[in-house]
């Protein structure tokens, strides 16, 4: 039986970086795509073929499947999307083209990888794109709104892919979690200091008490965290469930604002969301 492959993207840490090392254990091959060319190397060297990957340059898209096709005769049984960023800051204090970058990392890129791999697993007959979503893809918290939208964006395009794709051998499923361990907050401060002027800020107090805070000083993890292993786990199944689920939840938060949105009205959701 020919070894399944797995692309995976975003894999210098996080949940790429677990999730690669999970599915080589799972006796997958692993191609764990990275965006900066030293990461790939650190991969590479530790056994992983690692193809230069970066959302926000199509050419990279484009030349990291092909190296994977090349590697593999022509086939992909399995994308896994992941690689994304934040971008912390109230909404009014947002400038446009904040949310034109982060839409090309979260949003674009995935699109653009998405619709690539499709004729591929249309060829060989069967396929799995597997999206790792957030619990901010369908319930919203405050200072996050630029990651907010990218999500909401993501499970709404996924959503429709699903059902298009129900006449063809191409499962897509999405992926759900909260509170997991990662750097992504870290990352996010180049961002945030890029692209935000909390100093001139209506909110200046509110970024001095609350979001720098949480961007800049040491906390520990978060409530209900969980370590990148429980995404790894609903992956596992996903990409080897002979019926795979739609979406997959990830930790207390995201089973909880999972119910919560169903069942408050949108006033008292929004209250509970505001605390967070």
Request: with cysteine; proline share 6%; glycine share 8%.
């Amino acid at each position: 039986m020919a070894q399944k492959s797995i692309l995976i993207t975003g894999c210098s840490s996080g949940i790429g970086y677990c999730a690669a090392v999970g599915m080589r254990a799972q006796g997958w091959r692993v191609f764990a795509a990275c965006r900066q060319p030293e990461d790939c190397d650190r991969l590479q060297a530790e056994g992983f073929e690692s193809p230069l990957l970066d959302y926000t340059d199509s050419t990279t898209i484009d030349a990291a499947l092909a190296e994977v096709l090349s590697a593999t005769g022509g086939t992909l049984d399995v994308l896994f999307n992941n690689g994304a960023h934040g971008t912390p800051g109230a909404v009014e204090d947002l400038p446009t083209d904040a949310l034109r970058a982060i839409f090309e990392a979260n949003f674009f890129g995935w699109h653009h990888l998405t619709r690539a791999v499709i004729p591929v697993m249309r060829q060989q007959g069967h396929g799995r794109i597997v999206q790792c979503s957030s619990v901010l893809g369908f319930v919203t918290m405050p200072w996050r709104g630029a990651y907010n939208a990218t999500k909401f964006a993501l499970e709404g395009l996924t959503d429709t892919l699903r059902i298009e794709m129900r006449d063809t051998p191409v499962d897509v499923i999405l992926i759900e979690p909260g509170p997991v361990t990662s750097k992504i907050r870290e990352n996010a401060v180049i961002h945030y200091e890029k692209w935000i002027d909390w100093r001139g800020s209506a909110r200046r107090t509110q970024y001095e008490n609350g979001l720098n805070k949480r961007l800049y000083e040491s906390r520990g993890p978060d409530p209900f965290e969980l370590p990148p292993a429980a995404v790894l786990e609903k992956l596992i199944h996903a990409c080897e469930a002979s019926r795979p689920q739609a979406r997959y939840y990830v930790t207390a938060p995201t089973y909880a604002m999972g119910l919560l949105r169903r069942v408050l009205p949108t006033r008292a959701l929004d209250w509970v969301l505001s605390k967070g």
